[in-house]
């Protein structure tokens, strides 16, 4: 069984830097391109970003509203992607889910089209 | 503001059928056939629903299906039931300068 778990949300002043977790099971974690999203409290779905499979590089794709300030990255070895986020802001507070990302079928591999497994996410609150 | 535009809420009888609409660019749900719709039930995570467009991934019921008409998706619910009460977002690709762009979000009740 797929399981996603995320962790290491929590509060945060502005400005200061914090760093998530998701840890993954149930599938070969790299072989996989993995995402990170988020909800900020009453609103909807954003896209963060994600890291593609060391076959495809392993490098990163960011929305522009966390572009500069988050990083993400990958430890294949403990099947763990990580969002790094510095010089946080009020508006990153939200609910963080990382995905899955699946792959379109018959493209090669390097083209992503859905997101097929959640984790329960982690909320993280940027507040003075 | 979202990138696609969704109704807020949508409503039906138990056994009627909805379409929720997304309606994107010509840069988006308009160039990709990357549509994909999730539903989110109070305080859990997104489940995938369809990708692809219309495809349903296994072990979702086949009364959800999925269609695209230019620049204007749409999720179809038949036989509503009552666990189908919750929010619904469509998610599109955009291209390697923005990537993924969602709805705004729908929330359905079941009356």
């Known amino acids: 069984e797929v399981q996603l778990v995320e962790s290491g949300g929590g509060l945060v002043k502005p400005g200061r830097s914090l760093r998530l977790s998701c840890t993954a099971s149930g599938f070969t974690f790299g072989d996989y391109a993995m995402s990170w999203f988020r909800q900020a409290p009453g609103k909807g779905l954003e896209w963060v970003g994600f890291i593609r499979s060391k076959a495809y590089g392993g490098t990163t794709e960011y929305a522009a509203s966390v572009k500069g300030r988050f990083t993400i990255s990958r430890d294949d070895s403990k099947s763990i992607a990580y969002l790094q986020m510095n010089s946080l802001k009020t508006e990153d507070t939200a609910v963080y889910y990382c995905?899955?990302?699946?792959?379109?079928?018959?493209?090669?591999?390097?083209?992503?089209?859905?997101?097929?497994?959640w984790g329960q996410g982690t909320l993280v609150t940027v507040s003075s | 503001q979202s990138a696609l535009t969704q109704p807020a809420s949508v409503s039906g009888s138990p056994g009627q059928s909805i379409t929720i609409s997304c309606t994107g660019t010509?840069?988006?749900?308009?160039?990709?056939?990357?549509v994909s719709w999730y539903q989110q039930h109070p305080g859990k995570a997104p489940k995938l629903m369809i990708y692809?467009?219309?495809k349903r991934p296994s072990g979702v019921s086949n009364r959800f299906s999925g269609s695209k008409s230019g620049n204007t998706a749409s999720l179809t619910i038949s036989g509503l039931q009552a666990e189908d009460e919750a929010d619904y977002y469509c998610c599109s690709y955009a291209g390697s300068s923005i990537n993924w762009v969602f709805g705004g979000g729908t929330k359905l009740t079941v009356l």
């Open positions: 995905t899955r990302v699946g792959i379109k079928a018959g493209c090669g591999g390097d083209c992503y089209s859905y997101f097929d497994y």
């Open positions: 010509s840069s988006d749900v308009g160039s990709y056939n990357l």
């Open positions: 692809e467009v219309s």
